[in-house]
């Protein structure tokens, strides 16, 4: 991989649509332009609308090109947990090579060998995680190449969704004039970043608090091994303040951003603000305390339904504890309330990048990241990045980046890369 690779993410959630540019320098992340813009067409991870959705996305991308001056053509992309299902899959190969060494193409083939299964015509594979590989019955092995063995296995978790849902999104995507470079589930790539080595090896849940539904997933051993989707969130939230102090849904929400407070104990009783009252010129005055109680209510239910979640996906002890993000996240007091309500340790994870420092943004900046990681390990060239250029400049690439699509060129090494882009194009068949 280069010293230096530019990546988009795409972060379509119900409540804003989120774009990212990142370059990736010697493994460090350095945000350089975003877009969010309000979402139309989303309703709980699910695209209820594709011109709407449509229209956003090229609203956020239009933001972040506007930006940094870079014409987006390529992105990675978040699938939400909507009907996600994990399930233990496992692949096996002769080692193909004269001398025994294991090679990338034997890698590309145990990984072909482990989607070799069955799966409900409805469904669709999203990603596969390795767990460990397998050289003549030695495991635990992370990277099996350069190794000498006969027999190579791996095991891996196989993550689908559901076709419908996916190929909707995906054909958002494609009419907003953008290509996909990766897929990768929502809470995979942020909660693999959000959540400590320590976190991720002892079992801790991440929870996304979203706009129209709340993320769960539980990572042990490093791994990914529950998610689930509760359809209640931070809209919920804004609307019981637009019935309650009698205001409109767009003040109800800067309302809950300037002023909330999830936990009633710590609110001020001296803090008041204005409320103008819907269809009237009156104004009704609150204080914080008051909005905390409302805030407090909601937030309280929603955190009794994860626990509930937890146990119906059979998570019995989170001895890391819960990590908590997503925009509801940045409301104070959050995660007080949650270890009240949850009974363990709970931290809030907000990305420490320039321009992105809010817990909203953490799945966004989780798929640029995840991108690259996963590039490293396969040794894959972003040579996409010549195709982002200057708007309202020529396309063609510079001599850097030519070099760099020419050095790709001449590399011998197989892409892993290859069998996903198949997979992928099959979607828009």
Known sequence: ??????????????????????????????????????????????????????????????????????????????????????????????????????????????????????????????????????????????????????????????????????????RCVERSGLKIREIYLQPLAAGFFALTEDEKNQGTAYIDLGGGSTTISVFEDGLLTHAGVIPVGGEHITKDLSIILKTTTEQAEKIKKQFGHAYYDDASEDEIFEVPVSGTDMVDQYNQKYISEIIGVRLEELFELVLDELARLGVRDLPGGIVISGGVAQVEGVAQLARQ????????????????REPAYTTAVGLIKYASMDDEFYGRSNTSQASYATVGASTTPTK?????????????????INKAKRLFDKFFE
């Open 400 to 416: 850097k980046h030519s070099n760099s699509v020419e050095k790709a060129d001449n590399s011998n090494k197989t892409s892993v």
């Open 341 to 356: 309500v949850m009974q363990t340790r709970v931290r809030v994870y907000t990305p420490d990048y320039i321009g992105v």
């Open 1 to 170: 991989m280069k010293n230096q690779d530019i990546y988009i993410s795409l972060d379509i959630g119900s409540s804003s649509i989120k774009v990212l540019i990142g370059e990736v320098n010697n493994e460090q992340l350095h945000v350089i332009g975003v877009g969010n813009v309000k979402s139309s067409g989303v309703r709980k991870g699910a695209i209820v609308d594709i011109d709407a959705t449509v229209q956003s996305i090229r609203k956020a991308i239009d933001e972040a090109e506007r930006m940094t001056g870079i014409a987006i053509n390529e992105v990675v992309l978040g699938i939400p947990s909507n009907q996600t299902a994990l399930q233990s899959v496992k692949g096996v190969v002769a080692v193909n090579s004269d001398n025994r060494e294991i090679t990338d193409d034997d890698l590309e083939r145990v990984i072909e060998s482990a989607q070799v299964m069955s799966i409900p015509p409805e469904r669709e594979v999203v990603n596969l995680l390795p767990k460990q590989f397998i050289v003549d019955n030695l495991d635990e092995i992370k990277d099996p190449r350069g190794m000498i063995g006969i027999r190579l296995e791996m095991d891996a978790t196989m993550i689908t969704t559901s076709k419908t849902l996916l190929h909707n999104l995906l």
